[in-house]
């Protein structure tokens, strides 16, 4: 005999409507896209600091922790695994375009500018890898 009374099952939490849950999923699309962008151009500016005449690697620690974070957003705010590309893409771009010189012979990011190189091949791994890791994780059970 028992004397704690039997408790019943929580109620799984409620799901918002349809149309709402596909405008923020849609919302926090655009954001991680806009946010990849910002990031892109934070970090291109953080390339070329320096610190007693010489330049210090801050940009390569942006580029990782962002990337880590703007991975992580987009897949819960989209919530498919391939949500990464979203912040990733607009990132790579803006790398690539900053990497070629301009008609003016303007360049932002230079061969002999150590901190723009390991930049973006630290970013560039980091987004692969948080894309490795959507994609080799277990499926998520969806309650409801």
Known sequence: MSVVPEQ???????RPQPALDLALRV???????????????????L??????GQLVGV???????AGIAL?????ETVGTRWAVVLPA???FALMAVASVR???????????????LVMIVAGAMTFAVMG??????????QQG
């Open 89 to 91: 893409l607009p990132w």
């Open 27 to 45: 919302a926090g699309g655009l954001i991680a896209v806009l946010a990849g962008l910002l990031s892109a151009v934070l970090e291109l500016l």
């Open 47 to 52: 390339a070329t600091v320096r610190v007693g």
């Open 71 to 75: 991975s992580w957003f987009a897949h």
């Open 8 to 14: 019943e099952p929580a109620a799984p939490p409620a």
């Open 102 to 116: 301009t008609t003016e012979g303007d360049l932002l990011v230079s061969g002999d500018n150590w901190v723009g």
């Open 59 to 65: 940009s390569v620690l942006v580029a990782i922790g």
């Open 132 to 141: 490795f890791r959507q994609i080799l994780a277990p499926p998520s059970r």
